[in-house]
T-cell receptor, first 113, second 118 residues
Framework: EDQVTQSPEALRLQEGESSSLNCSYT??????LFWYRQDPGKGPEFLFT???AGEEKEKERLKATLTKKESFLHITAPKPEDSATYLC??????????????FGKGTKLSVKP | GAVVSQHPSRVICKSGTSVKIECRSL??????MFWYRQFPKQSLMLMAT?????????EQGVEKDKFLINHASLTLSTLTVTSAHPEDSSFYIC??????????????FGSGTRLTVV
């Protein structure tokens, strides 16, 4: 069964304290792994797509990496405005539109000043 | 960039009434849109795939007669929750991707609708 598991469920950091979020996935034939940011009461905001093991992408203080079984979202020197829930998602392995994304439960990040 | 507008952002309705939620792509056409539901501290779960000019495809366990979807144009999809009950209270989110845009560019999500049934 296709599955996405994110850890930790919640993460509290001090401003400037770097850390990583984990996304483990089980899917036959990965067709991309997506990272989104979701603020309270809002829809997800697209961050990155990764397609192959070893791929890395960066955006400001965020860097996403991908292996054959998991992805990491590294946050370097976070700021309070990075506080949000970070979601990981993959398309299902059996085919069909890539709009059908399987989401993890997310990691709620809180960055204290 | 691609923008998806969802309306209303919040709605409170009485049990037994119906509620319509709109999802519009403001600056692009989308043949396909998607409706998700998110319960507190849970994943976004796909409810249905909305196809312009044809019937929506519902995920297993989602009642098509309760959650009516209409995709009448390339920029508008609507979700109507019929005979709403308190257990339908949730956060409903739509998403779309411009026709012709590559999947790796990501799907754009609406800002969501918080439905509370009292």
């Amino acid at each position: 069964e296709d599955q996405v598991t994110q850890s930790p469920e919640a993460l509290r950091l001090q401003e400037g304290e770097s850390s990583s979020l984990n996304c483990s996935y089980t899917v036959s034939g990965l067709r991309g792994l997506f990272w989104y940011r979701q603020d309270p009461g809002k829809g997800p905001e697209f961050l990155f797509t990764l397609y192959s093991a070893g791929e890395e992408k960066e955006k400001e203080r965020l860097k996403a990496t991908l292996t054959k079984k998991e992805s990491f979202l590294h946050i370097t020197a976070p700021k309070p405005e990075d506080s949000a829930t970070y979601l990981c998602a993959v398309p299902p392995g059996h085919g069909g539109s890539q709009g059908n994304l399987i989401f993890g439960k997310g990691t709620k990040l809180s960055v204290k000043p | 960039g691609a923008v998806v507008s969802q309306h209303p952002s919040r709605v409170i309705c009485k049990s037994g009434t119906s509620v319509k939620i709109e999802c519009r792509s403001l600056d692009f056409q989308a043949t396909t849109m998607f409706w998700y539901r998110q319960f507190p501290k849970q994943s976004l779960m796909l409810m249905a795939t909305s196809n312009e000019g044809s019937k929506a495809t519902y995920e297993q366990g989602v009642e098509k007669d309760k959650f009516l979807i209409n995709h009448a144009s390339l920029t508008l999809s609507t979700l109507t929750v019929t005979s709403a009950h308190p257990e339908d209270s949730s956060f409903y989110i739509c998403s779309a991707r411009p026709d012709g845009l590559a999947p790796q560019d990501g799907y754009t999500f609406g800002s969501g609708t918080r439905l509370t049934v009292v």
